[in-house]
Structures are given as structure tokens and as C-alpha cells.
């Protein structure tokens, strides 16, 4: 199979682009490299990959339309995991037209590559970060998610909504992901267990938020990696038992899905860091604060439908996890 992947130097892009290419795929990756965080991280992960024999990498701006266009024409794709976005929710509030740019724009050109590519699915990374002030939990991808509380949340929840228009209009199959917190080697800098690791190595004090009483369900890079191959062998099928007097926003009449992709395992954050105090052998100095603006209070993943539909579901524990993460971390740092 012939797959494009965005955000092929990132995190979870680059993971998922050596695992399709060690079945057999032939991978074009595409990535703007842009400096929000170090590039010699990107650089470092797209090293473990580049040279492979059925990887080509272009580097480009999802916003460019007229070079995404030609990408599609030059290399008639099977299929299309979208992982390339502007990241970070706190981030949104200091510069929210990247996330205009890159997370509407660039994959409105996604979007029309697919249409125009007859492209047989699109798998596309959405975020927890949709379920905004949603406090039923777990969070089923079944519940309205019509009140985001960040940018970045109401961009992925848009990126739901335009999916579902290219299903119904164009008969494309899209499954939207719903990721919770994923972190492991390779992770960004500017997320919490990279930043927490850091300062403890450092002796410096670590920001704790919401004075560590809130929960997230940390996911594994190598199950969130293991999720997104699973749905993107499946194409996304029409629910024909949808029924728009109540309409279901996980399904639809269209080849439409969203699934939530989370370990199904919510971690106070307190617990985290001692986790990660454990494999450094150091205690954190510690600065208790309250609640930042966009952050969701607690992030509980619903994954009954994955498994029902996948037989699969999430594995590894935040004390392997973590532990896997450390000793990439020395070693990469050279700590």
C-alpha cells in the first residue's frame, strides 16, 4: 500500500512511518520542519527512517495548495494518515493563526487531494482536547463536543465537521482519532514529561498545575502507533442504522467514524511525576499553581467502539511507559 504521511518528522508521525514501512509500505512523508520546538528533534526522528528504501520525504507547508496538489497528482496514494498540525493548547492563545493556517487551511488541502485522488481512506488525528467542558465521563465519542475551551480544540473539532462534509459529499471514507495524551521517546519538548524530566536532571523547580489534582489518560506512543495502523487497514463503513431524528456524532450515514485513542486509565498528575521521580532516582522540587486557561480539567478515554470494531485496546502502563521514555531521554540527551 501506498500511504501519505504528514507530520512525518514528528512525534507520532515518524513512529507510525517506520511501522507501515517495516510491514512492507511505501511511505512519502511530508513535514514543514518548522522551529515551535527544537528541528534537530525532527531531524533525529526522521534519521531512523529516511534512508529506507520505500520512504521518500518532501518537505512542504500543508497550507501550500498548489504543492500539496502536485504531491497527490505525482504519487496516486492508496491512503492518507494526516498527523501534521500546529500543536499545543497553550500555545493557541499566544499565536492562533498557525492553527488557522495549519490546522484548517492546511487540511482543507488534504481534504481536496483526497477528493480529487479518489484517495480509499483517510485516517486524521483529532484530540481530547474536543470534549472542552464536557464533564461526563468517560468521554464517550458518542457525547457533544460543542464547547471546546482552546483554539487548538475548536480547530480539531472543525477538522471532525469538514471530514463528514468530504464523506457525504464525495463519498470518502474518514476516521477521525481522538488522541489522549500521548507521550513516550521522541515525544515534544514542550509537553509535560519532557519539561517535568528537564528540570528534575536540572534541580530546577517543576510547574505543577491545578496543584496536580488533575487526571489524564496517558497513552503510549507504541499503542497509539499500534491503534492508527489498525484503523487505517479498516476503511471507515457507513453506519446504516444511523438515524438523523438522533443522530449519533461518532457515525454516520456517510463512511464516517471518530474513536477516542486512549488507554482507558485515567493518572492523577501528582502520581505521574512520582512515577517519573521513581526512574530518574531524584525528587522533583515542586511549585503548586492553579488551573491554566484551556486546560481540561480531567481526560477519561471511552474505548468500548475501538474495541468492538478493532479488538484493541491500549496496554502499557505509565510505569513502563515512563520507564521507556527515561532511558531514551539520558541517552538521548546524553544526561
Known amino acids: 500500500m501506498k500511504v501519505l504521511v504528514t507530520g512525518s518528522a514528528g512525534f507520532i508521525g515518524s513512529a507510525v512511518s517506520i511501522k507501515l514501512l517495516a510491514r512492507g509500505d511505501t511511505i512519502i512523508g511530508v513535514d514543514n520542519h518548522n522551529d515551535y520546538y527544537d528541528p534537530l528533534l525532527k531531524e533525529a526522528r526522521l534519521e531512523r527512517h529516511i534512508n529506507h528504501p520505500n520512504y521518500k520525504h518532501v518537505r512542504i507547508n500543508l497550507e501550500d495548495r498548489d504543492g500539496m496538489a502536485r504531491i497527490f497528482k505525482e504519487y496516486n496514494f492508496d491512503a492518507v494518515i494526516n498527523l501534521a498540525a500546529q500543536a499545543g493548547v497553550r500555545y493557541s492563545l499566544e499565536n492562533p493563526m498557525s492553527y488557522i493556517d495549519s490546522n484548517l487551511i492546511g487540511f482543507a488541502n488534504i481534504l481536496e487531494g483526497c477528493r480529487h485522488s479518489n484517495i480509499g481512506h483517510l485516517v486524521y488525528a483529532s484530540s481530547s482536547s474536543v470534549y472542552g467542558l464536557n464533564s461526563q465521563q468517560p468521554f464517550s465519542t458518542h457525547n457533544s463536543t460543542n464547547h471546546p475551551i482552546s483554539l487548538y480544540a475548536a480547530t480539531k473539532k472543525a477538522n471532525e465537521l469538514m471530514a ?126 492553579p488551573m491554566q486557561a484551556g486546560d481540561v480539567l480531567d481526560t477519561f478515554a471511552d474505548v468500548d467502539d475501538l474495541v468492538k470494531d478493532f479488538s484493541f485496546k491500549p496496554r502499557v502502563s505509565i510505569s513502563e511507559g515512563i520507564e521507556n521514555f527515561v532511558q531514551w531521554y539520558l541517552n538521548y540527551y546524553h544526561n
Do not use: C
Open 164 to 289: 463528514h462534509s468530504y464523506s457525504h459529499l464525495y463519498n470518502l471514507p474518514t476516521t477521525g482519532l481522538r488522541f489522549f495524551t500521548v507521550y513516550g521517546p521522541y515525544d515534544r519538548p514542550d509537553m509535560a514529561l519532557q519539561k517535568f524530566t528537564r528540570s528534575i536532571m536540572s534541580n530546577e523547580t517543576i510547574k505543577v498545575y491545578n496543584y496536580g489534582k488533575h487526571k489524564r489518560d496517558f497513552t503510549y506512543i507504541d499503542d497509539v502507533v499500534a491503534g492508527v495502523i489498525k484503523v487505517l487497514d479498516r476503511p471507515a463503513p457507513s453506519n446504516m442504522q444511523w438515524d438523523n431524528s438522533k443522530p449519533d456524532p461518532a457515525s454516520s450515514l456517510a463512511q464516517y467514524r471518530i474513536y477516542n485513542l486512549g488507554n482507558n486509565n485515567p493518572v492523577e498528575l501528582m502520581d505521574y511525576i512520582k512515577a517519573l521521580e521513581l526512574s530518574l532516582g531524584k525528587v522533583a522540587k515542586k511549585e503548586l499553581l
